[in-house]
């Protein structure tokens, strides 16, 4: 992400460089149609990490206090990596999937908004 200085001429170190992160890069993870999170997670991973690893540990410790997570399918998931549909391969690593630092990805869980269907 970009940012605009309003100061012209305004210079200044970048500080989330990936160099910076001791061998991890932030990704960012949303579920769509649950609020109960309103932004979407920023973790540290490695590249290297393998995309099942993201779906069998990560995503679980982060969403499954949500009722909603018990009954996910994740054969359904539909997947956006910054905005665009695409298929990740869960054998493949999270670099390999294309996702590089600072990456967004988000999930959207059909027929699952949330409780009541309230997209909380």
């Keep these: 992400m ?6 012209e001429g305004y ?3 970048i500080r989330d460089r990936v160099e910076n992160y001791r061998g991890k890069q ?8 649950h609020l109960m999170f309103c932004a ?6 490695e590249a290297a990490t393998p995309f099942r690893a993201l779906i069998d ?3 679980p410790a982060m969403y499954g206090s949500h009722p909603d ?11 956006f990596r910054s905005g665009e549909a695409f298929t990740p391969d869960f054998d493949r690593s999270i670099g390999e999937n294309g996702l590089g630092h600072k990456a967004v990805i988000r999930f959207r869980t059909p027929g699952l908004t949330g ?4 997209c909380s």
């Design 57 to 59: 540990e990560v995503l």
């Design 26 to 33: 932030l990704l960012f993870v949303g579920w769509e149609d």
């Design 40 to 45: 979407p997670h920023c973790i540290p991973v």
């Design 2 to 7: 970009s940012v605009i200085a309003l100061k």
């Design 11 to 13: 210079t200044g170190e």
């Design 115 to 118: 409780i009541g269907g309230s």
């Design 69 to 79: 997570w018990q009954k996910v399918d994740v054969q359904a998931i539909e997947w």
